[in-house]
């Protein structure tokens, strides 16, 4: 099992800054109580008759203010402090919004770890976007590019990933799996969400961190501190199951199946993967939309949870086509002892666009659907790992590719045909040693990763100048390219760095950038 614990330490305060941001856009003129973006700042929440600080900013801990502190005394200490109150309300609904967005992008189990995180189990799921720690980057960058400060963190176990996100001031942090357990014995044992008070009184017993009370009897703790210590030690150790109980939007389409008994063999829970999917399209088809991504979530009678996720390249609600892509993905389920109840949702649907039959043999010939196919292969490799060439308006050749989902629409854009490119095209061009009469003559020889080849046709050049709109460097930057052919009819797409004749132009170096058919 591996776990994401997405921690967002000024949650209030960036979520305040959005929403005043988002007034802003809708009424520039109502600029009262605008927060600034670099000064101290603090929320507060009443308790009994005092204020306290419940949030700060950076500018306001940098300052020395924490959580906890009286409002009085902090204006006492920072005079240009600005306060505004807590939105409790307003937090949890904006976190929860937040989990439904990682819900759709990352995985089908997430759920709200209040008051600043989220949960998520990637169980399977990191691969689809390159990896565990290119999962987590992403999340952090989508969620810096919103103005929202985020730290993530992947562990063996719910309990260990949030104390290291918490722990640690990096960005983003994967343990690898099995190494939970020694890595957790560092940390302070505030960080196994424990109570502050519990926490206090472990430290005046000299207990500081998670080695300390894991090598101690558990009787005499027990006693003392009653088993809330020791279920959360075992819950961060992966010894204590903890289940993951998913959000779901409310207008989330799903159909959902109930047994009497719990169910386990292969067969049994493809049978009801089908008939789930039967319902489902059934009610995408009374909506009018079609299913681009769905989750079929498995509900174990220990309480765990496991998920399959699937995704289509069109709308789509055939049921035969949805089940097929479904079952491919069972062998990764374990039952344990037995599934007691099944759901289908569908996670992002879409306008279901019908399209015309032909019934006539004079009618043209449609265009071959070549979507089932692309169905099957996003689903093995993960959706990033699909994609087709497009064209892309630049002279510059590996600018001039670029990378689109294989079932959009035409782009409206075509390559040249007047000028032939290469079929295969490097992603960055290779250095080549050659023998050459400058500054217009194409090579006699080149040497390409280890092997010399003798030319025996060439053609050239194309001058290629630099874009230089886009950067200074390329002002003055020029290629020639050649179409060369050697003695055993292999041809090369080549080119040298400059005009031949201009230092500035480039370094008159050769380098090898594309093969034809």
């Known amino acids: 099992m591996r776990v994401v614990s997405l921690f967002l330490p000024d949650w209030p305060i960036d979520r305040l800054r959005r929403a005043q941001g988002a007034s802003q856009e809708a009424a520039p003129e109502a600029d009262a109580g605008e927060i600034s973006p670099d000064g101290p700042l603090v929320l507060v929440q009443r308790i009994g008759n005092r204020r306290l600080i419940y949030a700060a900013n950076m500018a306001a801990r940098a300052a020395g203010l924490r959580p906890g502190v009286a409002v009085a005394q902090a204006q006492a200490l920072v005079p240009e402090l600005g306060i505004q109150d807590v939105e409790l309300g307003a937090d949890a609904a904006a976190l929860k919004k937040l989990g439904l967005w990682a819900l759709r ?152 199946w109930q047994f009497a008994e719990p169910i386990g063999a292969p067969e049994t829970l493809a049978r009801y993967t089908g008939k789930l999917a039967g319902a489902l399209c059934e009610m995408l088809v009374a909506k009018g939309v079609g299913a681009r991504r769905l989750d079929l979530l498995f509900h174990r009678v220990d309480s765990e949870m496991q998920a399959i996720r699937i995704g289509t390249a069109m709308p789509n609600r055939d049921a035969k086509r949805l089940t097929r892509l479904l079952c491919d993905k069972l062998e990764t389920i374990d039952p344990g002892f037995g599934v007691e109840a099944m759901s289908l949702c569908a996670t992002l649907a879409e306008p279901f666009e019908t399209k015309q039959v032909r019934t006539s043999l004079l009618e043209e010939t449609p265009d071959t659907d070549v979507s089932s196919l692309v169905d099957i292969l996003a689903n093995r490799v993960g959706g990033a790992n699909l994609y087709r060439f497009a064209p892309v308006e630049s002279d510059v050749p590996e600018r001039s590719v670029g990378r689109i989902a294989p079932a959009s629409g035409a782009v409206g854009r075509k390559w040249p045909a007047s000028l032939p490119r290469p079929v295969r095209l490097l992603r960055k061009p290779e250095p080549i040693e050659t023998m050459a009469l400058l500054p217009d003559h194409p090579p006699v020889s080149f040497s390409w990763r280890g092997v010399r080849r003798r030319i025996s046709r060439a053609d050239g050049p194309e001058r290629i100048f630099g874009e230089w709109w886009k950067r200074d460097a390329e002002n003055n930057a020029v290629r020639d390219y050649f179409q060369v052919e050697d003695e055993q009819g292999e041809r090369f797409w080549i080119f040298r760095s400059g005009d031949g004749e201009h230092p500035e132009t480039g370094g008159q170096s050769w380098y090898l950038h594309g093969i034809f058919g």
């Open 105 to 256: 992008l990352y995985s089908p189990l997430v759920a709200v770890d209040p008051p600043d995180g989220l949960v998520i189990d990637a169980t399977g799921a990191a691969h689809l976007r390159g990896g565990e720690e290119a999962m987590l980057h992403d999340m952090v960058v989508r969620l810096a590019a919103s103005g929202i400060n985020a730290r993530a963190a992947m562990a063996d176990s719910w309990g260990a990933a949030h104390a290291f996100a918490r722990a640690t001031s990096k960005p983003v942090i994967v343990v690898p799996p099995g190494e939970t357990a020694t890595l957790l014995q560092r940390l302070p044992l505030a960080f196994l969400r424990l109570p502050s008070e519990m926490v206090d009184q472990l430290r005046r017993l000299g207990f500081e961190r998670v080695s300390d009370i894991a090598s101690q009897p558990r009787g005499p703790l027990t006693q003392r501190f009653g088993p809330e210590l020791h279920r959360r030690l075992d819950q961060a150790l992966g010894r204590l199951r903890e289940p993951i109980e998913p959000i779901r939007a409310p207008e989330l389409i799903e159909a959902r």
